[in-house]
């Protein structure tokens, strides 16, 4: 294709000889003509944001375009995530009461609030005079066990190794519960005086373990 055969894709002019030609995905521009749509200045750095097959540069692609958070006011390049009325970034749309990041797990509206499921079921119990269980953080509607401060349901309130339910003698080991029998079958030391397993180090004496504080 001879030089006289091309034209500049935006004034459909031709071009001098020894004249510089922009090249951007196969279309040529005369340098001049190669600037943003909207203030009609060279692109800084040679970006550029493209739309509708017409090119902008970033600062008017975003304030033509591109939607503001609604938490941090900054303009959102990428994923948007539209809750509550708003736009936001992903990271920014948090649950308002414990900031667990939503974008991903959901949420659920209280009081013109987002908020995660535990958060939400937490102050739904509180109305309600019920409790949370700590297991599955759902409301406990009818009967509750509480062990250790925490409420369950009886049916999560369940050995970790053979899965029957537990009494309040259930033993905690490592954050996990487990009824008599397995517990014992762990050949877990129990300290003479608080009663409680040891995890860690034990010290032996007067025939008894022990807790080493």
Known sequence: MSLGSIVCFRCNEGFEVNEQIVNSGGEVWHQQCFVCAQCFRPFPDGIFFEFEN???????????????????GEFIVGRVIKAMNNCWHP???KCESCRTVLADVGFLRNAGRALCRDCNNRERAAGMDKYVCHKCKGIIDEGHIKYKGEAYHPYHFNCKNCSNELTTDAREVKG????????????????????RPIEERVVTALGKNWHVE
């Open 54 to 72: 017409r090119k902008y540069c970033e600062h008017d692609f975003h304030v033509l375009f591109a939607p503001c958070c609604a938490k941090c």
């Open 91 to 93: 990271e920014c749309f």
């Open 176 to 195: 996990e519960l487990y009824c008599l029998r397995c517990h014992d079958k762990m050949g877990i030391p129990i300290c003479g005086a608080c009663r």
